[in-house]
């Protein structure tokens, strides 16, 4: 059974950093890639960053500049480090972690951590 646990949320006024962690059940080489996604009330769920386990990294243009993923392997964690933040990033966070087998990919999700920017 995958688990990931986050932690790190918590509300901040704009301008403001927080760092997300997300630690995973089993070893982090186990998936191909591990990200963080967030949802805004009435809105979709959206990518904020993600990395390979090769480390490659993929940030939108949204956060790019104010988001940073990163992994440490020895600890089977993954972070999200964001800084200048804004009330529109104000949201639930979740740690995605996926696994490829073959033509099928698996998502692993937590169960997510509220995000509270004030103005």
């Known amino acids: 059974q995958v688990q990931l646990v986050e932690s790190g949320g918590g509300l901040v006024q704009a301008g403001g950093s927080l760092r997300l962690s997300c630690v995973t059940s089993?070893?982090?080489?186990?998936?191909?890639?591990m990200g963080w996604y967030r949802q805004a009330p009435g809105k979709q769920r959206e990518l904020v960053a993600r990395i390979t386990s090769g480390g490659s990294t993929d940030v939108p243009d949204s956060v790019k500049g104010r988001f940073t993923i990163s992994r440490d392997n020895a600890k089977n964690t993954v972070y999200l480090q964001m800084n200048s933040l804004k009330p529109e990033d104000t949201a639930v966070y979740y740690c995605n972690a996926e696994r490829v087998a073959g033509p099928f990919t698996r998502d692993y999700w937590g169960q997510g951590t509220q995000v509270t920017v004030s103005s």
């Open positions: 089993g070893s982090i080489f186990s998936f191909n890639a």
